[in-house]
């Protein structure tokens, strides 16, 4: 709490993560900083400096508030993704009930469960971190909740197949 009163923080969103083994969150970044609380099992981070976006295959997925890239930094295709034998080694992090992780905003991260999980993270934003970031992110999701953003290319709803009338 001190930090977050230390930084005048305006939003706070928080979430509950419960996972099996070997479940993964894909390699991405947020807009916004995250504490990570493990509270029950382990879980390995794989953190990337946003210097290092060149090299990870950013895509154009829709996710609120994150970019979201193609190349899994736990067993790398070099073939399809040859840029990222260029990165930086990511630092890692093994989290145990008790632990928590600050993870900046933008850097990128891969998560994955290394026993049954229940994780807690907390999103926060500064005053004006939100007007620059989170202003566009509420209007994104607007964007996409009426199917004008992301549409079929998103990773909160099933894939749409256009069909056609021929």
């Not at 969150?25 to 995250?34: A, F, R």
């Not at 093994?94 to 999980?117: M, R």
């Not at 926060?124 to 549409?151: Q, Y």
Request: hydrophobic share 35%; net charge negative; charged share 25%.
């Amino acid at each position: 709490e001190e930090l977050l009163a230390a930084r005048r923080v305006c939003s706070r969103t928080h979430y509950c993560w419960v996972g099996p083994a070997g479940a993964e969150t894909g390699l991405h970044n947020d807009d916004e900083d995250n504490f990570l609380a493990q509270v029950r099992g382990r879980k390995r981070v794989l953190l990337f400096e946003p210097g290092e976006r060149e090299h990870l295959y950013v895509n154009d997925k829709y996710d609120s508030g994150t970019e979201c890239c193609d190349v899994d930094p736990s067993s790398p295709d070099l073939a399809a993704h040859p840029l990222f034998a260029r990165a930086r080694p990511p630092w890692s992090a093994t989290l145990s009930e008790g632990d928590v992780l600050l993870i900046p905003k933008f850097w990128y991260h891969h998560v994955t469960s290394l026993s049954p999980t229940i994780s807690v993270n907390l999103f926060f934003s500064t005053a004006r971190e939100f007007a620059a970031h989170g202003l566009v992110r509420h209007a994104r999701e607007v964007l996409h909740a009426v199917g004008l953003l992301g549409r079929g290319n998103c990773v909160c709803c099933p894939a749409v197949r256009l069909e056609s009338n021929t």
